[in-house]
């Protein structure tokens, strides 16, 4: 199994910046993909960025390039998702998950970390 812990979350106002860290631990070398996905109150949960583990390939959510980056670290285990010039539609509880080579969905998930964006 892999497990994962995300952190770095907060309030903020509009404008500002945010680094969300996802800390894996277990059965790492599984993983093929990390994925950061969001759920706002009274939505449905959405894509927001994701890296491929070894090759680091990344794509994002239209919403959000330009503005969001997702990179990792894999000598710490862990993938970051620095978010700048948030909106106040950015509030959301973020995760991350992580998948395997195959299947392709994302089948471990961590907690979330609450990101609040003020106007």
């Known amino acids: 199994q892999v497990q994962l812990a995300e952190s770095g979350g907060g309030m903020v106002q509009g404008g500002d910046s945010l680094r969300l860290s996802c800390a894996a631990s277990?059965?790492?070398?599984?993983?093929?993909?990390i994925g950061w996905f969001r759920r706002a109150p009274g939505k449905e949960r959405e894509f927001v960025a994701a890296?491929?583990?070894?090759?680091?390939?990344?794509n994002y959510a239209d919403s959000v390039k330009g503005r969001f980056t997702i990179s990792r670290d894999n000598g710490k285990n862990t993938v970051y998702l620095q978010m700048n010039s948030l909106k106040p539609e950015d509030t959301a509880v973020y995760y991350c998950a992580s998948r395997r080579l195959a299947p392709p969905e994302y089948d471990y998930w961590g907690q979330g970390t609450q990101v609040t964006v003020s106007s």
């Open positions: 277990g059965r790492t070398l599984s993983i093929f993909r």
């Open positions: 890296i491929t583990w070894s090759g680091g390939a990344t």
